[in-house]
C-alpha cells in the first residue's frame, strides 16, 4: 500500500460543461497512462472516482507517489476574450468536495491537505505559476 502524504485539490482549468469522458479523453491525447486525478467532482455533486487509490495519478510532478490526487470542474472564465482562473464551484461542488476529503482524510490521517499550486509554498515564485485550484484549499479544510 502506498504511503499517502497529501491530498491535493485541483480545479481541471475547464468549463463547468465539460464533461468526465472528456476529461478522460483530455487525458489519454496526453499520452497518460493514468488520468491526472483519482476523483472528478462535477457541477452536480457527483463525484466519480477516475483512478483505484492504490495507483498513482499524474496530478503533481514529483509529489504523485504519495498522493491522491481530487478535482472539481471548472475553475475558468472568460473575460474579455481572456481565460481567467476563478473558484467557480457550485454549491453543490462544495459539499461534495468536503464530504469527499473528510473521508480521505479519515482513511489517511496523516495526509496535508493542500492546493495544487500550495506544493511550493507562499514564498516560492513558481506557485504563481498554477492558480489550481483557484481558491485556498488549506485554509477552507484546515478544520478536517
Not at 468526465?20 to 455533486?45: M, N, T
Not at 496530478?59 to 504523485?64: A, L, R, T
Not at 493542500?114 to 511550493?120: E, Q, V, Y
Request: proline share 4%.
Amino acid at each position: 500500500m502506498r504511503k499517502i502524504e497529501r491530498i491535493f485539490v485541483h480545479c481541471t482549468a475547464s468549463s463547468q460543461k465539460t464533461t468526465v469522458s472528456g476529461i478522460l479523453a483530455e487525458f489519454r491525447q496526453k499520452g497518460w497512462r493514468y488520468p491526472g486525478y483519482h476523483y472528478l467532482v462535477s457541477p452536480d455533486g457527483t463525484v466519480t472516482q477516475l483512478l483505484d487509490e492504490k495507483l498513482v495519478s499524474n496530478g503533481v510532478k514529483g509529489f504523485n507517489a504519495t498522493s491522491i490526487n481530487v478535482a472539481y470542474i471548472g475553475g475558468i472564465r472568460k473575460e474579455n476574450r481572456k481565460i481567467v482562473p476563478v473558484d467557480n464551484r457550485t454549491q453543490e461542488q462544495k459539499a461534495a468536495l468536503r464530504e469527499l476529503l473528510a473521508k480521505l482524510h479519515f482513511k489517511y490521517p496523516e495526509a496535508h491537505i493542500m492546493g495544487h499550486r500550495s506544493i511550493w509554498g507562499e514564498d516560492h515564485p513558481e506557485r504563481w505559476k498554477k492558480a489550481c485550484p483557484c481558491f485556498n484549499a488549506e485554509d477552507e479544510y484546515k478544520d478536517l
